[in-house]
């Protein structure tokens, strides 16, 4: 087999936890669903080094993930800054209730953001 002529780049776990954890809430796949037999064999085709998940770990992630992106949002709002909520609900295709806590709020350039605060 010939040498390969394209870039690789390096494989870092951390990343590939974020980012798997998004993916899950970006389509509303319970947490539960890493358990999947097929679905965890499909990761660990795309990668021997992948450490699989436990639902656990997935949660905990979105847990940390979710404090650094509220310590991110405290710090472009003004002192005196109003922020509006908005709250969301419905029933996902797996007949799991889910509510969304939205934030609007004017940042420091007088642009209008929207920020997730809660996700259930």
Not at 10 to 39: C, T
Not at 63 to 73: P, V, Y
Not at 103 to 109: E, F, L, P, S, T
Request: proline share 2%; glycine share 2%; aromatic share 10%.
């Amino acid at each position: 087999m010939a040498d390969k002529d394209f870039e690789t780049s390096e494989f870092h776990q951390d990343i590939w936890n974020r980012y798997l954890m998004l993916g899950f809430v970006s389509a509303n796949i319970p947490w539960k669903a890493i358990s999947n037999l097929e679905l965890r064999l499909s990761y660990t085709a795309l990668h021997d080094d992948l450490e699989l998940l436990s639902p656990t770990t997935l949660s905990n992630i979105c847990r940390r993930e979710s404090a650094l992106t509220m310590d991110a949002t405290k710090k472009q709002l003004l002192s005196q800054n109003e922020v509006s909520l908005t709250l969301d609900g419905w029933i996902s295709t797996n007949i799991l209730a889910i509510t969304s806590v939205r934030g609007y709020y004017m940042d420091r350039n007088w642009a209008l953001r929207e920020v997730q605060l809660t996700f259930d």
